[in-house]
């Protein structure tokens, strides 16, 4: 992996159960791992779905290897929030590559 192409620094977010006094639930994002990331275009479309147009994007995300990343993470990069949809480890070149899609929200 050549450490030139990593540009973009990125914030991995892992979720936590959050439970109010009456026992509602409610997901919280914390800040888990930041680093620097090679960020590249995958695909894009936009469509209509019920009425209403969403954008959709997918990036590919490679960062040097961590053994603690999870697929139930999620992923900012410049204030947007991506779900990870798939993990590539590869450890010949000790980096792991998401398959990301944007939150719509």
Do not use: C
Request: aromatic residues 8%; charged residues 30%; glycine residues 8%.
């Amino acid at each position: 992996m050549n450490a030139g192409t990593m540009r973009d620094i990125i914030t991995v977010e892992s979720m936590i159960i959050d439970r109010d006094e009456m026992g509602g639930q409610r997901q919280l994002w914390n800040p888990y791992w930041r680093g620097k990331a090679w960020v590249r275009f995958s695909s894009g479309a936009r469509k209509v779905e019920n009425g209403e147009t969403v954008n959709t994007m997918t990036k590919k995300v490679t960062v040097r290897h961590h053994p603690r990343f999870t697929p139930d993470m999620r992923i900012d990069i410049g204030g947007l929030k991506y779900r990870i949809l798939s993990m590539d480890v590869n450890r010949k070149d000790m980096s792991v590559t998401f398959s990301v899609e944007l939150i719509n929200e």
